[in-house]
């Protein structure tokens, strides 16, 4: 491991001075690759809209691509500024990559894009949406009556079986968020090509909304999870 | 241009290849030995010894050599602890701190004694090139490939070894990128490729996709401490108890055990049963001897087997895919020749691995097909590799907070913010660390560095970015700045486990100032290597089953004396510090065992007639 050193983007072409339109990855005149200075964001840095149904294999194909005219294997020769150049655009373009290539990621990215706070997605594991009160209300009611009946000696199935019977309305509950998130999430991008801003916001809106009832019932359902581990580890 | 070759450097052995003429190649040495054991020895004068003859120095001079010494690169001295009573030699450093081990009367770092197998390498290439005739024979430059595994730390390492030995390391790739590159299998339009990777010190599985030209590794995982070392231990182990040795005080003859069992143990891979037979031990008249059968030796090393089976099904998950959808199997390293391997590979991934290539050498070629594509700047083949283990920091509590995670593709980034906890604080303490595991101290430190130069602020003011940059080699650098005011911040890393560019620097300046460069010395070593080289393959002879058989039919009376007095003599001469006298034995037996390799040719070609398969006569040294 040793301190970079490297400096603070600047805008123009190093090497010859032009300047380049943002999420153009080679310089214009010079041919030469840019320093990572100016960019835009995941999707334009990929050429793409701001749809949250992407189609993978063309997103993929893109990735190569990129990667064919990035990566710091091609440019060993090449001098100190386009070699770090190259390492920032590859790390981008892999960084990118990894988040567009899932849909949840590729949500809550542009999410964070669109000024939707990431702050309140934290709060999700902490908070409970109001969405989901009664349904966290009555599990962990049961939670607390199962740990009740493990204390009490019952038969580890009989816990299992219990615990397996409170993860049933979760996970009818979660598989109903995905069908909807899916609905809007197409909703959105009909919005997106039609130009109907106000109603894009509004898709979005609902799907923050559901993206953190989501993430809660996510780690409601691996609390779930974790308490059947914890009773196989005792009983065994 | 000076030359680019690709490096396997090994626990075991270590190989240099190089591609001509569009046709990649390991370079063997004068003898034309293209492995050389990873092992270095010094003698009373200083003298330093690589490979052969350095192994052979493990019999004669134990504490003074080192063998499997990448065991030990990047790491600290609390990691190797447990195996410090089965080597013989002296390992010694402050804790949370480098190894340095003792070689002779210096102490020295894990990267600086690996440069010594590198510089080898580096001699044995360039004299290579030198006989080929060629006007630029200067190697400046290597690929050179790790496990998968590898931490930030023991990847630094290696690049400083690499350094050390006076090479530019182009790239640092995984062993098992490099064995696809080794088979073509970047030419497949699409598919999907287990690499299984039981070297003599580590395994590796790995998970790649290949797509249109484009390798992407999915999933590694593995085991930094499993492989044929483990399966030579057993052995050992089952020997020294039969003998009632002590392997922290007997080392000569743990030594001269595991020589034998090792001989055994490749025996095996031919015959259904082999002879191990340890002569010279202090005490017993008799030479040591016993009888191993494989179906004894399999199921001695079924538990090393059953221990690569878990990280092969971890990759799998890793990677989302069911074994069934492996399309092809490729095995590497040397323990991969063990039939019971192949075997246990073939069933796991439901497909005939493939084994054309030797195993010993595919990660080498590999690396080379690497160089040359670094060279030669195609486009057609890229490589992708990620990172094998998570990036973190240390947080509040000594919780880690995960910035890169693993299996991320490389090169990758990640960034976090921190701030002051009092007014007027200009520095911050930051802890890096890899690996999955919630708490900082069950994780690897790979450096501290504290941020300095914060303006003055009131305390939770200042916006302080850090990123950290993941290399395509796999390797962390940290960069930052103060996001209000723009200053960039001084950065100190202190690594944990490897050296400082100034520590790097030094040792480059003492290595000139040891250079001894000894004519009469390497030409002594290569003597002996040539010697060796007949000794193995004359002992291999004599050792068959159907020797007596073929002696009978086929040779003169009295020959095969004649060959065992040359035999004999030879061995004898191994010591002499004159190398006209082992030269001269060595011609003898050359020529006392000409007409037993024509018998032993026509053996075999009569048996290959008579329907038999290859492999049960093979008289090919390995």
Redesign the interface.
Same mark, same amino acid.
């Given at each position: 491991? &040793? $301190? !970079?050193?490297?400096?603070?983007p600047i805008d123009p072409c190093k090497h010859c001075g032009a300047g380049a339109p943002v999420d153009v990855h080679f310089c214009p005149r010079c041919d030469r690759i840019l320093t990572l200075g100016r960019h835009g964001d995941y999707f334009t840095f990929f050429g793409l809209r701001r749809r949250l149904r992407l189609d993978v294999k063309d997103l993929?194909q893109r990735f &190569?691509a990129l @990667? &064919?005219l990035f +990566? $710091?294997? *091609?440019f +060993? %020769?090449a001098t100190s500024t386009e070699r770090l150049a190259s390492?920032?655009r590859? @790390? *981008?373009l %892999? !960084?990118a990559? &990894?988040t567009l290539r899932d849909p949840m990621a590729r949500l809550e990215y542009l999410l964070k894009l669109e000024g939707f706070t990431p702050k309140e997605s934290h709060d999700a594991t902490t908070k409970v949406p109001q969405g989901l009160l009664e349904e966290v209300f009555e599990l962990n009611e049961e939670l607390e009556a199962i740990q009740d009946m493990r204390a009490e000696g019952a038969s580890a199935s009989e816990v299992a079986l219990r615990l397996h019977a409170a993860r049933q309305p979760i996970e009818a509950n979660l598989e109903r968020h995905e069908e909807q998130l899916d609905a809007l999430m197409a909703a959105h991008d009909a919005h997106l090509e039609a130009n109907e801003a106000d109603a894009r916001h509004e898709a979005l809106v609902k799907l923050r909304t559901l993206l953190l009832e989501r993430t809660y019932l996510t780690n409601l359902l691996a609390t779930v999870r974790r308490e059947a581990e914890a009773g196989e580890a005792t009983a065994s | 241009m000076s030359k680019v070759v690709g490096i396997d450097l090994g626990t075991t052995n270590s190989l240099v290849a190089f591609v001509s003429g569009g046709r990649p190649a390991v370079i063997a040495d004068e003898s034309g030995d293209a492995l050389l054991p990873s092992v270095v020895s010094v003698d009373g004068g200083g003298m330093v010894y690589v490979g052969r003859e350095a192994q052979r120095r493990l019999l004669t001079d134990a504490s003074r050599t080192v063998y499997s010494v990448k065991r030990f690169m990047g790491r600290g001295i609390e990691d190797v602890k447990d195996e410090e009573r089965w080597f013989p030699f002296k390992v010694s450093g402050e804790t949370g701190g480098v190894v340095r081990i003792r070689l002779g009367d210096r102490e020295l770092t894990p990267p600086e004694i690996s440069a010594f197998i590198l510089r080898e390498l580096k001699r044995r290439a360039e004299a290579f090139f030198m006989r080929e005739g060629d006007f630029d024979p200067e190697v400046a430059a290597a690929v050179i490939t790790v496990p998968a595994y590898f931490n930030d730390a023991q990847r630094t390492a290696t690049r400083d070894a690499g350094r050390l030995a006076g090479l530019e390391v182009l790239r640092i790739i995984n062993e098992p990128t490099a064995a696809c590159l080794a088979y073509g299998l970047d030419k497949r339009r699409e598919g999907v490729i287990a690499v299984y990777d039981l070297g003599g010190g580590t395994f590796d599985i790995s998970i790649l996709r290949v797509e249109e030209g484009v390798f992407q590794v999915l999933a590694t995982n593995g085991d930094t401490h499993l492989g044929g070392d483990d399966i030579d231990r057993l052995l050992v182990e089952m020997v020294a108890g039969d003998l009632g040795l002590d392997p922290a005080t007997q080392a000569d003859a743990v030594q001269a055990v595991r020589k034998a069992v090792i001989q055994a143990k490749w025996d095996l891979s031919e015959f259904d049963e082999a002879h191990i037979e340890v002569p010279g031990l202090a005490g017993r008249a008799e030479p040591y001897r016993r009888r191993l059968t494989r179906g004894e030796f399999e199921a001695l090393i079924a538990p090393v087997l059953e221990r690569t089976l878990g990280p092969c099904r971890r990759a799998l998950e890793d990677a989302g895919l069911h074994a069934s959808q492996v399309d092809e199997a490729v095995l590497v390293g040397g323990s991969t020749r063990i039939p019971m391997v192949r075997r246990e590979v073939e069933r796991l991934f439901g497909r005939k691995p493939h084994t054309d290539l030797n195993p010993d050498e595919v990660v080498a070629i590999g690396a080379a097909v690497q160089a040359d594509i670094l060279v030669s700047g195609r486009r057609e083949m890229l490589l992708l590799d990620v990172t094998p283990l998570s990036l973190g920091i240390e947080t509040m509590g000594g919780v880690v907070s995960k910035i890169i995670l693993r299996n991320s593709t490389i090169p990758a980034s990640g960034s976090e913010m921190f701030t002051t906890f009092v007014d007027n604080q200009t520095a911050v303490d930051i802890h890096i660390l890899q690996g999955e595991r919630e708490m900082a101290p069950d994780n690897r430190s790979l450096g501290r560095f504290k941020l300095r130069g914060i303006p003055p602020m009131p305390a939770g003011l200042p916006r302080i970015q850090v990123r950290f940059q993941i290399d395509a080699n796999g390797i962390l650098s940290v960069s930052a700045h103060e996001l209000r005011t723009g200053i960039v911040q001084t950065i100190e890393v202190k690594p944990s486990y490897g050296l400082t560019d100034a520590e790097v620097e030094r040792m480059l300046i003492e290595s000139f100032e040891h250079a001894q460069e000894d004519v009469d010395a390497r030409m002594l070593i290569e003597a002996r290597n040539e010697a060796e080289t007949i000794i193995a393959a004359t002992e291999k002879t004599l050792r068959r089953p159907d020797f007596v058989e073929i002696a009978a039919a086929q040779l003169t009376p009295g020959e095969a004396a004649l060959i065992q007095a040359a035999l004999a003599d030879l061995k004898q001469s191994m010591g002499s510090p004159d190398r006209n006298v082992i030269q001269v034995k060595t011609a003898a037996l050359n020529q006392a065992t000409q007409h037993l390799a024509e018998v032993m040719m026509n053996w075999t070609v009569q048996a290959a007639l008579a329907g038999r398969t290859a492999d049960d006569v093979a008289a090919k040294g390995r």
């Open positions: 491991m &040793r $301190p !970079d050193t490297s400096a603070i993929e &190569r @990667s &064919r +990566h $710091p294997d *091609y +060993h %020769n390492l920032e590859a @790390s *981008y %892999n !960084d990559f &990894r | -």
